[in-house]
């Protein structure tokens, strides 16, 4: 089963909103990932952010961490029409067990 | 561009026919894996080579042979799949196999398989 969950399944917005996707798991996690698939394409990697930190940004991209919660988000600010894609996020129990992905949040932004 | 090379982009085979993906990287990478991913779902983890040995294989029907003839490359050798086996095949790889969920993993952008 998937330890990630993500919230909403589909999340469709004007060009310039912000966009928030969440993702909850089940076990304690090293770290949590988040990646993006345009259709057609492969899973590219976002950012990692470590159990041990809170929040992380990378250009546009704002990720959270709530370890207590077992919960974290990603946030797009002032979105374009080329962030259009699923969105992942994606854990491992353990150190050296591979990633489980998530269900995944499907982003339209509407231009 | 992806730096993980998968080729063929598409295929389409019959259910008796015997067919092989390849994938191809050249970071140095020593882990390599294959996910099979279905429409509007997450990929789903089939195999993974470390060092260039298979170390995890999640109950993957024998109709998937997986190779890793070295450290650059990885083979998905498929005979006499079924119309359920058509799918989006992805190989991802990340540097150190010695902590396989705690670095990124870079994917290709996949073989689209169909099943006749």
């Known amino acids: 089963s998937q330890q990630g969950e993500e919230d909403p399944q589909a999340l469709s917005i004007q060009e310039g909103e912000n966009a928030t996707m969440n993702c909850s798991y089940k076990?304690?996690?090293?770290?949590l990932q988040w990646y993006r698939q345009n259709s057609g394409r492969g899973l590219v990697h976002l950012i990692l952010?470590?159990?041990?930190?809170r929040e992380k940004h990378s250009g546009r991209l704002r990720v959270t961490l709530d370890t207590s919660k077992k919960s974290s988000s990603l946030l797009i600010t002032a979105s374009r029409a080329a962030d259009t894609a699923s969105y992942f996020c994606?854990?491992?129990?353990?150190?050296?067990?591979?990633?489980?992905f998530g269900k995944g949040t499907r982003l339209s932004v509407i231009a | 561009d992806t730096e993980v090379t998968q080729t063929p982009k598409h295929l389409v085979m019959g259910m008796t026919n015997k067919k092989s993906l390849k994938c191809e990287q050249h970071m140095g990478h020593r882990a390599m894996y294959w996910y099979k991913q279905k429409a509007k779902k997450p990929p789903e983890l089939m195999f993974v080579?470390?060092?260039?040995?298979?170390?995890i294989n999640e109950s993957v029907p024998s109709r998937f042979s997986p190779e890793c003839p070295n450290s650059s490359l990885l083979n998905l050798h498929l005979h006499a799949l079924q119309p359920e086996d058509s799918a989006l095949y992805l190989c991802a790889s990340s540097q150190d196999p010695g902590i396989l969920g705690n670095q990124p993993q870079h994917f290709g952008d996949g073989t689209r398989l169909s099943i006749l």
């Open positions: 994606a854990t491992s129990p353990s150190g050296n067990t591979p990633l489980v």
């Open positions: 952010i470590r159990s041990n930190e």
């Open positions: 076990t304690s996690i090293n770290n």
């Open positions: 080579y470390s060092y260039e040995k298979l170390s």
